[in-house]
Structures are given as C-alpha cells and as structure tokens.
C-alpha cells in the first residue's frame, strides 16, 4: 500500500454500466495515497451522478470541455498539468477509438493529449464488441504508443454475455496502478526524517537554537521519495518548502521533534536524524519577558531528550541512521556517535571548513557503518542526499511482511 502516496490521479469515467464500479475505484486509490480528481463524459452522467464521485473524491467533478467555470478554476491543460497519472474506466469501445484517433472534441481526449502522464485503460464492453477487429486493432494501436492497460476480465456481463469484457475489480485496477510508480531503491518503504534546527524558549520571545537551514534533511527526504520512499520529514522552523509528495510536521522543541517522532515512527523502515537539535533548554520558560538586571546574567539550563538515541532504543526499532556535525577529530568523534546511539550509520561533516555545513549549498562527508565507510567528496547537499540513500538502500533490511 502507499505507492501512490500524494499521487494525483485524474479518473475519467466513460458511459457504460461498469461506471458504478468507478465510485469503488475512487476509494481504492485513495487508499493507495492517491488525491484523486474524476472527469465524467456525458455518456457517464447518464449511468451516476456526478454528485456520487464528487462526495468520494471531496472535489467537484470535471464535465465539460467548455464549461466556463472549470476553465477558470482547472481547466483541461491545468488538469492535464496536475495529474501524475491518468486512468479511465471504464474505458468503452467508443472511447478507444477515440484515443486513437486522437480527438480533443471531450474533456477526457483533451486532457489525454495534453498530459504527459502515463494512461491506465480499464475498458469495459460487450465481449463481441471487445473481440471486434475494430477494437482489437485500436488496441494494437494504443499499446504501441504506451498506453497500459488494466483488464478486461472475463465472466458474467451485464447484458447477459458470458466471455472478456467485464471491467477489472476496482481493488486491481488502483493495484496496477500503485505498482506503475513502486520502482526505485526505496520503493514502498516509509522514511522518518528530522531537518533543521529545534527553538527553545527562554520567555515569550526569545529563544536558543542555532544556524541550521534544514537543507540537508529537505534534500534527503527529495532523494527519498524520489527513490520511492513514503515520506515524513519531521521539520523545525526552515525557510524551505516540503519537496512534493513528503508530509511534512512543523515542530518548534526538542520535545515536540521527540513527540511527533514517536506517533509517526510506526512501521517506519528507515529513520534519518538529521535535525540539529538544541542539547539543553532553559530549565524554566519564563512566562513573562525577562528585565535585564547588572551586568551579567546567568542561564540555567537541562538535557534535552536525545531523539536518535530513543528510537534506536525501540523494541522494533528501524534502520538507524545519524548525523555528526564535527570541527575536530571527525572520524573519532563519529565513531563514538555510532556505537553511544546504537547507530546503522552516521553522515560525518567537518563543519570547521567554510564551503560545508548549517548554511551552504553543499556538503561533503564521511560515511561510517559496522560494515565499512565511504568518503563523499565535496558535492551539492542534493547529490550527497542520493548518494546516502543509495547507501542505505543497499543495507536495509528486507521489509517485514506486514509493511508491503
Ligand atoms: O550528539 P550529537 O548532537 O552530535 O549527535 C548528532 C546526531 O544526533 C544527529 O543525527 C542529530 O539529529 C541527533 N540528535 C538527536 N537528538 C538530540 C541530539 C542529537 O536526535 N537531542
């Protein structure tokens, strides 16, 4: 599950009687991820109500190519644009010859010419019509230009038939769907990431943190979902954008990056800590501004919880993976960070060289793990974020069997 995770589908649904099954498919690619939009031909509305796909899809249903209203808010090239995938079903004998011949006089052949999506064909139909040559040769036609196909199956048809025709189960259509984007090293697994720094309030405005830009735990949650990761980056307060498809949590403390850490980290194969996170907070949050009073000025302050530590703690914990940020004795100091935390792997940076670290575009590191070590040369912080995860790709465990 989870392949289409923040996938956006545009569903279009033809005119035939499998169209009531389309309703279904809408809830199982939804439960694949899926934000789903629905286009509906006139022939469609006449078998259900658009208001039935807009209730389950939670959005109003696309019908006309020159609906002016829908040209204003999603018009077809804009859907065209927005859709990573597009699936019909059912798909009639009709709408295939349509396609190949490429007519752009609908909504739905509109939006097919105009996206670059790839297209999932459910058809549906009589099973002589399905056998016609006609059909089978536009069949022919339209798997030569890529376009894949979901079904049909064979049985029971509604007009009394028996043979192929039938329009696959929704639960297998959203299936072969999911599996078009389950490519990459990571593909299906579930990533935990911790990006940038943690606030620590002293009084209602102020506050200890520290330099960190959250670059470098943004471009691994990129590297992560682009290999196929489903993605949480647990996230203090940035200046950045979630990359696309990777749910993002705003913390501000230590102790909420621990909190939201925790609820998430679930049935988590991988965990990245790449926050830098506050060691000590203010012992007391003043609830009032502190007046200044002399000349000095003494901070109490108390341990945070170390977060990396606690999930490599868990009874079921997943891979493990740590930062080092050093200005000294590098490998030293990472080593030790390793076995102290009970790490996979640690990422070691020299922040003591100026073109590296908090605030710049690029990084370059030392790769420690029990099973060997690999230098990363100087690189952008994107390259080294595909880099680590190709690393931890080759080492993570098979997934158990209840996370597919
Ligand atoms: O001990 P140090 O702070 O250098 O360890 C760095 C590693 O530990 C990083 O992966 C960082 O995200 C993680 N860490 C943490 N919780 C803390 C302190 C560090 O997860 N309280």
Not at 91 to 119: I, N, W
Not at 195 to 224: C, F, K, Q, W
Not at 258 to 270: P, R
Request: hydrophobic share 45%; aromatic share 4%.
């Amino acid at each position: 599950m989870g392949h289409l995770f923040k996938r956006r589908v545009v569903l279009a649904v033809c005119g035939g009687i499998a169209a009531y099954k389309s309703a279904e498919l809408v809830r199982r690619l939804q439960d694949h991820g899926a934000e789903v939009r629905v286009i509906m031909t006139h022939g469609a509305r006449e078998f259900v109500t658009p208001l039935t796909f807009q209730a389950l899809s939670g959005h109003p249903v696309h019908r006309s190519l020159l609906d002016e209203e829908a040209e204003r808010g999603m018009g077809h090239i804009e859907l065209a644009r927005w859709a990573d995938l597009v699936v019909i079903a059912p798909a009639t004998a009709d709408c295939l010859a349509r396609l190949v011949a490429g007519r752009a006089d609908d909504l739905l052949g509109a939006v097919v010419l105009a996206s670059g999506a790839p297209l999932l064909v459910a058809p549906a139909m009589n099973q002589q019509m399905w056998k016609s040559p006609a059909t089978q040769a536009n069949l022919a036609v339209l798997r030569d230009r890529g376009v894949l196909f979901a079904g049909p199956d064979s049985g029971d048809q509604a007009c009394g038939d028996i043979g192929p025709g039938r329009m696959l189960e929704p639960a297998a259509i959203a299936q072969q769907a999911g599996a078009l984007f389950a490519s990459g090293t990571l593909a299906g697994r579930r990533v935990l990431i911790t990006a940038g720094p943690t606030r620590e309030p002293l009084d209602p405005v102020r506050y200890i943190s520290n330099h960190s830009s959250g670059r470098m735990g943004y471009a691994l949650a990129r590297a992560a979902s682009e290999a196929g990761a489903r993605v949480t980056l647990v996230s203090g307060p940035v200046q950045l954008d979630a990359p696309e498809r990777v749910e993002r949590i705003d913390v501000t403390t230590a102790q909420q990056m621990l909190d939201a850490c925790l609820e998430h980290i679930g049935d988590c194969d991988l965990f990245i800590a790449c926050a830098a996170v506050a060691d000590y907070r203010p012992a007391s949050v003043q609830e009032q501004k502190i007046k200044k009073q002399g000349d000095a000025m003494t901070l109490s302050l108390t341990r945070n919880p170390d977060i990396v530590a606690t999930v490599a703690g868990l009874e079921h914990r997943p891979f493990v993976v740590g930062f080092a940020a050093e200005t000294e004795k590098l490998r030293e100091h990472a080593e030790g960070k390793l076995l102290a935390k009970k790490l996979d792997m640690i990422i070691a940076n020299d922040v003591s060289d100026s073109r590296i670290g908090f605030n710049s575009d690029d990084n370059a590191a030392l790769l420690l793990s029990p099973d060997g070590e690999r230098e990363i040369p100087l690189c952008s912080k994107d390259q080294l974020a595909r880099i680590v995860v190709e690393e931890i790709a080759t080492r993570l465990p098979e997934p158990a069997p209840h996370s597919s």
